[in-house]
């Protein structure tokens, strides 16, 4: 099992929302890893009954578990679902999504052609410097963010797979002319127009004034999250306005103060004497 298989099986997992295990098996220098959901083995590799069984105190207690079993150290990490997402690309913006989505949980794994400098993405959860390794990476529940800054000849290639293995959300980091032109490249290489143009987020990113590497990180992570909570991107206060619920908690916070014997001074703005 490739690291690419495993990326793509957590991501499965992931979007499924079930409470999984990771299990790491060590011997000597190789290092086999398997997923474990409602105590079964997710990749076949883990076969002994006592890492499954493990597997299951690992939920149960919330803890990491390392331990030795026949002469093979075994570390067993609970995780919470997560999103996990795909980057395409080695600039100063793909460093930003990985550092931004790590800040919010989520897993990111890192392909470039060559041209990924691995030391400074070692915070990424998977790194590959083969575009090849895209195809397996990608399936239908993928999130695929193609960020070079200025574009890059690969570009091209990776928009084509991700389409071509129906992703849930691509997004690609480009110009509105960069954009259209690589959105007619699809279609002379025969994917329907109609069905690039549902898929395909680009420009990418929402437009809350980013400017800095990490600023436009932030805005393309907050489209992947509101893409897949299937939230309106509105302010939080035109969503749960406050100032609709001022008057009634104001006369709520004077009968309370009144009820205890302390009333409020009524000649003092509401804001001093409400209770919050």
Sequence with gaps: M???EFFRALTKVSSEGDRIVIVK???GNNVLSDIIVNGKSLLGIVTNKEVLELANKV???GRTIETVINGVRVILEP???RPTVIVVGSG??????VDVGNAIGYYVAIVGNGDIDKDRFSNAYFITNDLRDLEKLVDE???VIIANEGGKPYDTEALYIALKHNAKFIGLLASQRRAAVMIADMVRNGISLDYVLNKLHSPVGLDIGAKTAGEIALSILAEVMMFIRNASGKP???IKDPRKLVKDASRAGYRNNHVR???PNLNSEPSSWLIV
């Design 2 to 4: 490739s690291s690419c």
């Design 25 to 27: 098996m060590v011997v």
């Design 59 to 61: 939920l149960t207690e």
């Design 79 to 81: 995780v919470e679902p």
């Design 92 to 97: 100063l913006i793909a460093k930003a999504l």
């Design 141 to 143: 529940n993928s999130i």
């Design 236 to 238: 939080m206060r035109e």
């Design 261 to 263: 014997g302390n009333p």
